[in-house]
């Protein structure tokens, strides 16, 4: 694999290279060199140059290898955190949703109840109103009885 990443680089880098070398000529060349020692020395200040930016890049692989293992750890752990959540969050659901229930057939029951207490509340309230009237009743005729008129008129 870093072969390749090698070769890779050592082609973008020749070219590169190549353009650089035929715009501005090496002061390592001497004219005075035949074509072949121009050419060795061309291709070794390529080399150099492509075993320098393969080393940075190397560099870069390496800072970017790294974020990449950080920042899988870090997703990874809140991932966990998530579902760690999520199922907290359904387990208080499914109790929320079972109280709800419980809580409706209290209230539902209540609800019987009040109207009972109700209906017993006016049934008294309606008995207590014709006791007090009878009573108010009975009191008036007793108190026409035993008052000192009806006393003498009945004697």
Known sequence: MQCAHFLLALLCSSAASLAVVQQKPSASVDPNLSPI?????????????????GEEDLAAYDKYMCWCETTKAEKTAAIEAAEAKIADLESFVEEAAAKEGQLKTEIAGLTDDIAADQDALA??????????AEFKTEEAKNRRRNSPDSAFSTV
Do not use: D, G
């Open 37 to 53: 020692q121009k050419v060795v020395t061309l291709v070794s200040e390529m080399k150099a140059q492509t075993i320098k930016e």
């Open 123 to 132: 049934s008294a309230t309606s008995m207590r109103a014709k006791e007090n």
